[in-house]
T-cell receptor, first 113, second 113 residues
Framework: GDSVTQMEGPVTLSEEAFLTINCTYTATGYPSLFWYVQYPGEGLQLLLK?????DKGSNKGFEATYRKETTSFHLEKGSVQVSDSAVYFCALSTGGATNKLIFGTGTLLAVQP | GAGVSQTPSNKVTEKGKYVELRCDPI?????LYWYRQSLGQGPEFLIYFQGTGAADDSGLPNDRFFAVRPEGSVSTLKIQRTERGDSAVYLCASSFAKNTEAFFGQGTRLTVV
């Protein structure tokens, strides 16, 4: 069945460091891909998305490129801030009758000043 | 309201008891989803409503779980004869239509003792 595998955490970085969180997927058809973020004490929020191969999603300095050939959607940011500390979830949706999301297990990012 | 509201935020119940979890979606959102997030895992799909009808309940783990949305707005997730394995955070999400961005509530943390 469809699934998402993402890098295990926690990931601990110093402020201004470069961030990569790896995400790969298995899906039939052509899924849409998402990164959600959960800040402490808050609900899940959509961070960025890409709906077709080679699309790049971007928001708040974060980027991810939909790579069909490697079935990947890695999240990157050039310079992290303490305020980026959160749990990041990679997810896919194959659309269809439900458009439900299938999530990875989440990666905790801790950014130290 | 401004966002998806879930009540209660925390619920502790004894094994074998019945519980109801409530979700108030964003006004005007026709699509509503329930997910369950166990400790250290990503959210897992439970059920999807389009309007008043449950269009996809394939994620409900067994017949102790049931959900309703009688007027196409508020939804209630009902769990009978709770078991310790039901302990998790139950998330609700709504979207304007099936293929538009889903907005998540902060969840209800259910603990079965």
């Amino acid at each position: 069945g469809d699934s998402v595998t993402q890098m295990e955490g926690p990931v601990t970085l110093s402020e201004e460091a470069f961030l990569t969180i790896n995400c790969t997927y298995t899906a039939t058809g052509y899924p849409s891909l998402f990164w959600y973020v959960q800040y402490p004490g808050e609900g899940l929020q959509l961070l960025l998305k890409a709906t077709k191969a080679d699309d790049k999603g971007s928001n708040k300095g974060f980027e991810a490129t939909y790579r069909k050939e490697t079935t990947s959607f890695h999240l990157e940011k050039g310079s992290v801030q303490v305020s980026d500390s959160a749990v990041y979830f990679c997810a896919l949706s194959t659309g269809g009758a439900t458009n439900k999301l299938i999530f990875g297990t989440g990666t905790l990012l801790a950014v130290q000043p | 309201g401004a966002g998806v509201s879930q009540t209660p935020s925390n619920k502790v119940t004894e094994k074998g008891k019945y519980v109801e979890l409530r979700c108030d979606p964003i006004s005007g959102h026709t699509a509503l989803y329930w997910y369950r997030q166990s400790l250290g895992q990503g959210p897992e799909f439970l059920i999807y409503f389009q309007g008043t009808g449950a269009a996809d309940d394939s994620g409900l783990p067994n017949d102790r779980f049931f959900a309703v949305r009688p007027e196409g707005s508020v939804s209630t997730l009902k769990i009978q004869r709770t078991e310790r394995g039901d302990s998790a955070v139950y998330l609700c999400a709504s979207s304007f239509a099936k293929n538009t961005e889903a907005f998540f509530g902060q969840g209800t943390r259910l603990t079965v003792v």
